[in-house]
């Protein structure tokens, strides 16, 4: 691998760039391997990688749809924070927010994780409860999160719109100062080209098409659009297709896949400092290093897997950006899309065993799933290497919908009376 | 933004419509006597397909009365509509090809 | 030097009207009618940007909405100044001040651009492969100054005061785009009687037939035949025409979204006028006429100010009277170019060659523009452009018959004209889902086959002659028409000397002389994205165009490629080794052109912003001087100060108030729903846990709702009306979802069941009369009813009259006190209220808001569903197990009730909390531990639900959620603060009248 630093990249301005090689090899698919991770996109770009570098295995292909990481990596809006209610959901994202902190020096490739912090708007008295309680929770965990009033969120974020005189006015948030955003694409390139680098074979424009199973119903590999790869393990890293890929091994999922859309606006200078998030009026928003405000709409309420929704759901966001940040008024949507999100009923993930042995899945990330992508894509790896879930994820299991323990962080935010 | 057909209202912008999920799932006559596996499979489990679903809407804010929907979720083209209580209708294959297209 | 390139007789600005602006801080003067490009060629001036990356001089390119280059700045103030405006849109008027964009001192010049000299160490991505030693460095020097260096134009810092509007539209057909093909199709349409809406971005109809001095249409100019078409459609009353209207959103089902810009153009706008409106069109029909964009050549220089597209200087002379430079040099693939020429020429602009890069080509026009004179130099490209803040020369070089390239000749020139062949604009297209299909002829992609009711006519689908441009357009709007419903006929019109449709065309890099490592050859302008920058994302295996667009960044400028995709697939074909229609396109994301945040927004700000819902109290509340607090959709008074007071003041003595005397408080926010029919009581038993069928006529219970999944969803009191009819109450915000729920499983599950459900939540007034002296206030106004507590006991309801006002009236309370829950018709309910509070002076009667309702229900353990439950709380866990029937078969969540962990011992039941020191209050949210040394992370046991100040008991009290907590009462619990541990101890959730001696009087 070649190495990149800023030594080399002015070696290689030398020769007009014309040395540098491919960031991960292109293969043709082998007709076996003792793996097979379905999805390549950042969890299971990253699940490769943890395989190979923390458990030797290197016989593993990734195998993509499309093109590398064009699903949800390539569509959400990059939130990274760990400030979750459950001991549960706190332990697994801290464990994936601890990740990012050194995933660039990891994989020698500048993800630009910016901790800028995120600021979570309270409106209302219960709002305030709830974020309190959130507060208080992760301090315990040993995970940073804490209060401000109205002033100070807005001394943290200038533009916020603190005045008693809006509908729902700033009653306070709490603040997580080790959240940030990071460079989506860079994520599951960085990956890639780790993995690659210690063997594992990434093969895009490959889609599955059918599981293959051994007469005790193990799974055996997968047919795809490239021909039959065997595999003694398969695991399935396809989020908003899980249904679609586990339905292959006549595995039911309890996920809905919904459209989930995004926006910028066009770039301008720094006029953002952190993120702010309001669940209580659908307001999410942080700027790139590209000066673009970067706005996270609501999910369409139908299964759909069009990519896209209705204008009505991102006009909605943006009433509430206009109300919390007036100044932005005038700014000006320049692009927006759709990806496709799998939810569960409680709102948090399965990263666990299926029925089917030998087949594994890392789904229901619904809206949230970026911020995961080290720990999950590591988990995952763990999960598949030993046949049995580390600690931090033994509890989202498939299971516990059937044994009623859910780990809900939604229904914990539960509206106010 | 969809264009969905209250079988008692007509055709009506989607922004009047709730969504109820996946439709024909009843609920089963005595619960109690369901496994955990099988409450669950009622419960939570749902094939969430890529390409013809059956669904239900409401009209919240028209008639307030829930209907079902045959969609395409690969196209969100809508095959038809028809009232609750109907069973799944049987749709030719040229009808299907033309919502997935 | 004013105005010193107007070419006069040409073009369509308003010779008489001279308006005066600056740019810069320099005062020009411009003609009405010009865009503010326009102005500023007229004035000789190109410079009017700088790149993103590389801060590079840039000139205007395009005479539309394609503009990568010359964005600005437009308006004055922190509130008002709007960034990256493109000044090809721009229109002037008196008075317009615009400023540059992403330089530092000045545009002239700019210290960034000393990142040009760093380019080579800057390529496609350098960013990922630097910046990462040492890792603290990254948060703290390298990303501010990446920041700092990127965006382009500086946002606003102050509220924006313009509002903007919106509207919801279906017509028959909609037209987008008003060029030849569109006017066509709208006149079809219009003239069948369909509703008909026609829209065009730009602020006069007509597209390419305002800058089309040659042909003639039905023997008349182009441009008049535009005024008659115009006039034609503006006397149809079925046809509506917007200008200055981006059709920018293609959605399903044919949704497509306009964005009308209303007052931006205008110097004095009368100040009602909304800056811009948003439409959402539902169209049966749609036409798609969105015309065809000229491409740009990929060659060293290609960015320096006085390099343009040919069609854009054709624009700015036959349109805007303006002549882009004195001497012009022209490099085409293209035979449209050579019109250009002609036109130039005529105008007086010297046209020094016209390097045609097809080794032989011929056409009518060709042979035109050499019959005037002009220099033709067929197979000859252009090695590159000269010049820093205005291009002074080009070298040309001859393409050899080996592929290689020629000595490259000098040219001077003041200006450099660049034709690589027209794109369709497929963008609205590709957003409807339509698939596109690559034309083998045209080398582009035109649309194939549609997803949505619509078709596409004219340029945006390979037609150019202008006679098939106005058949095409026309035809469309006539099917157009006859699929609405509508029958048609195809006007038709005869077109005389209009110029054969170009030939030719390119896509990608042009071949150069000589490897050129350091040379820049611009694909995508604004973000700097260079040939080389293209083909190094291939070398790095990139090999998706997508991932090549990612890597690069071109086309994710705020042209979104308009001018940069078809170049960029080129060049990455050509570096793939594949065809260009194997390696696709990017997704067209919407917008077309970018829209502004504020239309979106529309009215939805300030109290717009959500429905505010108001009790008929409230005003007497806001009289009072009560402060609100929001609950969901409703506005709820907290609690209502006297003088001086703080909320804790007030709310201590509200509840000495009630507790001692009477307190009146407005419950008419509770969610209210009617629940009649033969089969009501069957209904409420399968809706709620608890048991309905023995409840009589005349009483209340207390009703528990669970989802299916086992968990508290809802409460409130509900009462037996009659047989067949019970008033349910829910809380204030579950009220709709509650609704909701219950339809579901009526009409769905229980089709069977005979009840009707009505939401008569705003139906009703209730007035909570609650305190030892409530029964003795209300008696005397309730028209004889006898309301004693052997007529009217605790839990019961009666239906009567106050003042002769219909009421029912239920003996519940929330507050452990004597209480009545007076409902009656909402617009009687102020004065009912009203009459209430006089009766009550005597007695001291005291408002309360909900603060002191929360302290009253939490000194008696009352849950609030969503306070003390969560959505992962039982019935049990919340101390509501006795409310769950036992003997009923099923009930919603009765079968998730009894899954192994919902009667876990371990889970978090409710339970009273007593801090040592009376007057510490905990905090809401506090969390709960046995051992307070632990380190972190701790065994967390619980959280506190609610904790308050009880005036009544003299010291503070609390509800929690503890693990196992009903077998820990006694027990010491500690709550980690920062800093510091409270001891707590573990008490029953009841601390006030626990055997409820004071509700049953």
Redo the contacts between chains.
């Keep these: 691998m070649q190495k990149f630093s800023a030594l080399s990249l002015a070696r290689k301005a030398l020769g007009g760039h014309l040395g540098w090689t491919p960031q991960w090899r292109s293969v043709e698919p082998k007709p076996a391997y003792d793996i097979v991770i379905v999805g390549g996109g950042g969890h299971g770009l990253g699940t490769a990688y943890y395989l190979a570098k923390q458990h030797g295995l290197r016989n593993i292909a990734v195998i993509e749809r499309g093109w590398l990481a064009g699903g949800n990596t390539a569509r959400n809006t990059t939130i990274i924070r760990s400030n979750y209610l459950f001991n549960e959901s706190s332990s697994y994202y801290e464990h994936s927010l601890k990740l990012w902190e050194t995933l660039s020096q990891e994989l020698n490739y500048n993800v630009m994780f910016s901790q800028r912090g995120c600021l979570m708007v309270a409106h209302t008295v219960h709002d305030v409860q709830v974020f309190k309680r959130h507060v208080h929770a992760n301090r315990l965990n040993g995970i940073d999160n804490e209060w401000l009033s109205a002033e100070e969120a807005k001394a943290f974020c200038p533009p916020l719109n603190i005045s008693p005189n809006i509908r729902y006015p700033v009653l306070g948030a709490s603040l997580q100062r080790r959240a940030g955003t990071a460079r989506h694409d860079a994520v599951a390139w960085g990956f890639a080209r780790a993995a690659s680098d210690m063997g594992v074979d990434i093969i895009e424009n490959c889609e599955v098409t059918g599981i293959l199973r051994g007469p005790g119903g193990e799974v055996r590999g997968v047919e795809t659009t490239r021909g039959t790869i065997r595999a003694g393990k398969v695991g399935v890293s396809a989020a908003g297709h899980s249904s679609v890929v586990l339905g292959m091994a006549g595995v039911r999922l309890p996920l809905q896949s919904n459209p989930l859309q995004a926006l910028v606006s066009e770039p301008v200078k720094p006029a953002f400092p952190t993120i702010v998030m309001s669940n209580t009026i659908h307001a999410y928003i942080s700027q790139s290093d590209k000066g673009e405000m970067v706005i996270g709409a609501g999910t369409d309420s139908y299964v759909s897997y069009t990519q896209r929704g209705g204008l009505h759901i991102p006009a909605h966001t943006l009433e509430a950006i206009c109300e919390l940040f007036p100044m932005f008024r005038r700014l000006r949507m320049l692009r927006s899309w759709g990806g496709i999100t799998d939810n569960t009923p409680d709102r948090s993930p399965i990263t666990a065993k299926t029925p089917v042995p030998g087949l594994y899945v890392n789904c229901g990330w619904g809206t949230g799933g970026f911020k995961a992508t080290p720990g999950a894509a590591n988990l995952f790896a763990w999960t598949i290497a030993k046949n049995e879930p580390h600690p931090i994820n033994a509890p989202f299991t498939i299971e516990r919908f059937r044994d009623g323990v859910m780990i809900d962080e939604a229904a914990a935010a539960a509206v106010a009376h | 933004?969809?264009?969905i057909r209250c079988p008692y209202c007509g055709e009506r912008?989607?922004?009047e419509f709730?969504?109820?999920?996946?439709a024909h799932i009843?609920?089963p006559a005595?619960?109690?006597s369901?496994t955990?596996?099988e409450?669950?499979?009622y419960?939570?489990?749902?094939?969430?397909?890529?390409g013809l679903?059956a669904?239900?809407w409401?009209h919240?804010h028209g008639c307030?009365?829930?209907f079902n929907a045959l969609?395409d979720?690969?196209?969100?083209r809508f095959v038809m509509t028809y009232e609750?209580?109907r069973p799944r209708p049987e749709i030719d294959a040229a009808t299907l090809a033309e919502a997935a297209? | 030097m004013s105005q010193a390139f107007r070419v006069p007789g040409r073009g369509r600005v308003d010779s008489a009207r001279t308006v005066t602006f600056t740019f810069d801080g320099r005062r020009f003067q411009g003609q009405a009618g010009d865009t503010l490009a326009s102005a500023l060629l007229a004035n000789g001036h190109h410079l009017m940007g700088r790149s993103f990356k590389y801060h590079r001089a840039r000139g205007v390119v395009s005479a539309g909405s394609d503009e990568p280059n010359a964005l600005v700045a437009v308006g004055s103030g922190p509130a008002l100044q709007t960034p990256n405006l493109r000044a090809t849109q721009v229109e002037v008027y008196e008075g317009l001040t615009a400023v540059s964009q992403n330089r530092f001192p000045c545009l002239q010049f700019d210290l960034g651009a000393v990142n040009t000299l760093a380019a080579p160490l800057l390529p496609a991505g350098f960013y990922y492969k630097t910046f990462m030693w040492p890792r603290s460095f990254w948060d703290r020097v390298y990303e501010p100054v990446i920041r700092r260096a990127a965006g382009l134009g500086v946002a606003p810092t102050a509220p924006d005061p313009d509002h903007y509007a919106f509207q919801y539209a279906h017509c028959d057909v909609l037209v987008a785009g008003a060029g030849p093909a569109g006017l066509a199709a709208a006149l079809a349409a219009g003239r069948s009687g369909a509703q008909v809406i026609l829209a065009d971005e730009t602020a006069e109809v007509g597209g390419s037939l305002l800058s089309d001095r040659t042909s003639r249409i039905d023997g008349r100019p182009a441009a008049l035949w535009v005024a008659d078409i115009l006039a034609e459609l503006a006397a149809l009353p079925n046809v509506r025409v917007l200008t200055r209207c981006t059709a920018f959103n293609y959605g399903p089902h044919n949704m497509v979204a306009l964005n009308q810009r209303l007052t931006e153009h205008l110097a004095d706008p009368a100040p009602d006028m909304p800056r811009e409106r948003l439409w959402q069109v539902r169209a049966k029909e749609v036409v798609l006429a969105a015309g065809a964009l000229e491409r740009p050549l990929v060659f060293e220089g290609n960015d320096r100010p006085g390099v343009m597209l040919a069609s854009a200087a054709q624009t700015y002379l036959n349109r805007y009277g303006v002549a882009c430079g004195k001497r012009a040099v022209i490099v085409t693939a293209d035979d449209s170019a050579y019109r250009v020429a002609l036109d130039l020429h005529a105008a007086g602009v010297t046209v020094a060659a016209i390097a045609d890069l097809r080794p032989a080509p011929d056409s009518a026009l060709m042979r035109a523009a050499q019959g005037a004179g002009l220099t033709v130099l067929p197979g000859t490209t252009i090695q590159r452009a000269h010049g820093s803040t205005r291009v002074h020369s080009v070298e040309l070089a001859r393409l050899l018959p080996d592929g290689s390239v020629g000595k490259g000749q000098h040219w001077r020139a003041d200006l450099v004209l660049m034709s690589g062949g027209y794109t369709p604009s497929v963008h609205l297209f590709s957003q409807s889902r339509g698939k596109l299909a690559f034309d083998e002829r045209l080398g582009v992609y035109i649309p194939g086959e549609s997803a949505e009711r619509e078709r596409s006519a004219g340029a945006c689908r390979g037609v150019y002659a202008l006679a098939d441009v106005l058949a095409d357009g026309a035809a469309a709007g006539v099917a157009a028409a006859g699929a609405a419903g509508f029958a048609a006929d195809a006007p038709s019109w005869a077109v005389d000397a209009a110029d054969a449709p170009g030939r030719g065309g390119y896509a990608g890099a042009l071949p150069r002389r000589g490897k050129g490592l350091l040379a820049m050859a611009f694909v995508d302008f604004q973000n700097d994205v260079t040939a080389k920058d293209v083909k190094l994302a291939v070398r790095e295996g990139f090999r998706s165009i997508e991932h090549i667009k990612r890597y690069t960044t071109t086309g994710m400028a705020t042209d979104q490629g308009k001018m940069s995709n078809v170049n960029a697939l080129g060049i990455a074909a050509d570096a793939l080794g594949r065809p260009v229609e194997k390696v696709g396109l990017t997704t067209f994301r919407p917008p077309f052109t970018p829209v502004t945040f504020g239309a979106f927004a529309s009215h939805a700000r300030g109290d717009l912003f959500d429905p505010d819902r108001r009790t008929p109290i409230d005003p007497w509340a806001r009289a009072q001087g009560a402060v609100f607090e929001d609950v969901s959709l409703w506005r709820r008074a907290r609690y209502f100060p006297r003088g001086s007071e703080d909320m804790e003041a007030a709310v201590r003595r509200e509840c000495l108030a009630v507790r001692g005397g009477v307190g009146i408080f407005d419950a008419s926010t509770l969610g209210k729903i009617e629940v009649v029919g033969p089969d009501a009581a069957t209904f409420m038993n399968r809706m709620y846990v608890n048991a309905w069928t023995k409840l009589g006529v005349g009483k209340c219970r207390y009703g528990l709702m669970c989802r299916e999944n086992g968990f508290v969803y809802d409460d409130g009191v509900v009462g037996r009306i009659a047989q067949d009819r019970f008033h349910v109450t829910t809380t204030t915000g579950g009220a709709p979802g509650v609704l909701a729920m219950m339809e579901d499983y009526l009409q769905t599950e229980w089709p069977d069941l005979d009840v009707w459900l009505t939401s008569t939540t705003e139906e009703w007034a209730v007035i909570a009369l609650q305190g030892p002296s409530a029964r003795a206030v209300l008696a005397p106004l309730v028209d004889g009813l006898d309301i004693s507590a052997e007529a009217l006991p605790h839990m019961s309801l009666v239906e009567g009259t106050i003042g002769g006002v219909p009421m029912r009236l239920f003996r519940v309370s929330f507050t452990g006190e004597l209480g009545f829950e007076i409902n009656v018709p909402a617009r009687q309910g102020r004065a009912v209220w009203e009459a209430i509070w006089d009766a009550g002076q005597a007695a001291g009667i005291t408002p309360y808001g909900t603060e002191t309702m929360h302290v009253l229900r939490a000194e008696k353990g009352y849950i609030i569903v969503g306070q003390e439950t969560d959505g992962t709380a039982t019935p049990d866990d919340a101390g509501c197990g006795w409310a769950v029937s036992k003997v009923k078969a099923d009930f919603v969540g009765k079968r998730s009730l009894v899954l192994p962990a919902m009667q876990a011992p371990d889970r978090r039941q409710l339970v009273g909390l007593l801090t040592e020191a009376p007057w510490e209050v905990l905090e809401e949210g506090a969390q709960l531990v046995a051992r307070p040394d632990e380190a972190i992370p701790m065994h967390v046991l619980g959280h506190v639900t609610s904790s308050y100040f009880s005036a009544t008991l003299g010291r503070s009290i609390a509800l929690a959620m503890v693990s196992g907590g009903r077998a820990r009462v006694g027990e010491t619990l500690h709550v980690p603060m920062e800093g510091r541990t409270i001891a707590v101890t573990v008490t029953k959730p009841v601390f006030y009248d626990v055997e409820g001696a004071r509700l049953n009087v």
């Design positions: 933004m969809l264009l912008s989607e922004i709730a969504n109820g999920g996946e009843a609920r005595d619960p109690m369901q955990d596996e409450w669950a499979q419960l939570y489990m749902r094939d969430n397909p890529k679903i669904e239900r409401r919240a307030n009365r829930f969609r979720t690969r196209t969100d609750m209580g297209r």
